[in-house]
């Protein structure tokens, strides 16, 4: 892979533009007094891109929070003890806020305001579409948030952001989505740092047509008359949207070592998230399935069962590398070892699935007496290796989701989408098999095992039910989006999902029974920017509840 080229500036601008959770919190937030001149808008561009999903500070929140609430992961002691059991806290729920606006955001924001001065036309609609990207993963998991004086501290001397709504703000994601597409053109300058789509302004176009379709979806019970309009309009406008797996807005990140040392949270090059599912103490503190998710498809003769879930003896792994794995899956499955926890919903996989005596485990004992014959937790699924390397692309938007996204217009009354919502989701399903070989190096589901499946697993007869398949696919495609798998979830109420308080596990529950549906502003704000923070509250009823619905979330 030809990135170092990119990566050189990056880290010099990441040493920059970092910003952290201090006393001086508002001022890193809204102005940058060690700002370099003549940083290129280019590498603004890149640093954003990969801090997405390179910041490992940041993606913290998916595990401890997304993946739970979304019952994707569980057993992991972050994700159990955070999400899994409702616990409130601050620092936790805050990483997205504190990374992204004094780091992506600023960045985005800076090199729009730069852009704009060289004349860099289509960098500046990369960074602004880019920027919208950005902002919804602020606004879906917090609602009302600084949006339109967002970063402008350094340029503009706005130092207190207001608090925009969430409806102001998905209105002026439409507005930028359409300007800056219509700004991008063939014959203008060329977009040098990009990581997604190498620059390729035909790409962009539907990149920022595609994400009008999901903000217009996202929108579509709160506000149906715009979210049709906007629908439609994505359509027919200029570039199209995505019609090829070929489209899909994928962040490239290195294949670099894993480590936790305090100096891999400024180095974006590598797929935090994987290293994160991967574990700081994998051996003994691995990403497990949540019993729903795995559930969905094992109970539904799903071919991509035995592609996310495997079950390993971590015994003998090193700190660094899935490689020492020993996998059973095989052999497990062979010996007819239950497969179907008693608790969908549990916040952790009790009561445990039988254990066995391991075949392979005793060849390999002969010669290391360190290794336990008989397996309890490794009758457990595990999220297999193939998610855990750190070259994996960061998921933006696939054109998966672009046929879910219409599957589901097709099914609205009144909007004008050519085509049947049977024949999208049909695709889509296809496309998000093909997703998993394409990026993951999964096995290649076959055609015999895609017709098998749909035919067993249709889009359903009432619309009530088409909606529910459509998303329940969704939400299966999304596990490697986890900001989307939450936001979907809320938005479509599909699948639909239990507390573990109705599983017997409210005991558990410190910070309620119900499952969030936002997370909290963070504390530091009712201090550094109080007018804005307390309109904000006034709006939600004066409280920064978890169980207050975000603007659009009204399932």
Known sequence: MKLHKIF?????????????????????????????????????????????????????????????FSQMLMGCWNTTNYGGRHTIDNNEMCRIWTSLYPNAIKNLTDGIHNSEEEGLTNVNAALRIYRVYMMSLITDVYGDAPFSEAGLGYIAEKFNPRYDTQEEIYAAFFNELTDACGALSLSGDKITGDVIYNGDVNKWKKLANSLRLRFAMRISDVDPDKAKQEFEEALMADGGVFTSASDDALIKYMEVSFSFGQDTYSDYRGNALSKLLFGNDPANNPSYLCSTF??????????????????????????????????LTEEILSKGIPMNPRDPGAYSWEPWPAGYDSDIMKEIAENNPSVEVSMTRETEPKLANNFLKSDNPGVVMTYAEVNFLMAEAALKEGWAVAGSADGYYKTGVRASMDFLTDNYGCRKITDEEFSTFIANNGIGYTNEQRKAAINTQAWILHFTNPSEAWANVRRSGYPRLKSPAEYGFGQFLTGGQEIPVRLCYPVLESSYNKTGYDEALDRMGGSNSWYIPIWWDVD
């Open 8 to 68: 050189t500036p990056v880290l010099a601008a990441l040493a920059l533009i970092a910003g952290s959770c201090s006393d001086s919190y508002m001022e890193d937030l809204n102005t940058d007094p060690s700002k370099a001149d003549g940083i290129d808008p280019n590498a603004q561009l890149t640093t954003a891109q990969l801090q997405t999903y390179g910041d490992l500070g940041m993606v913290e929140i998916y595990r401890n929070y997304h993946y739970a």
């Open 294 to 327: 795995f559930n969905q498809m094992y109970n539904s003769g799903d071919p991509r069962t035995f592609i996310f879930a495997r079950f390993y003896y971590d015994g003998l792994m090193s700190l660094t590398s899935p490689d020492n794995r020993i996998d």
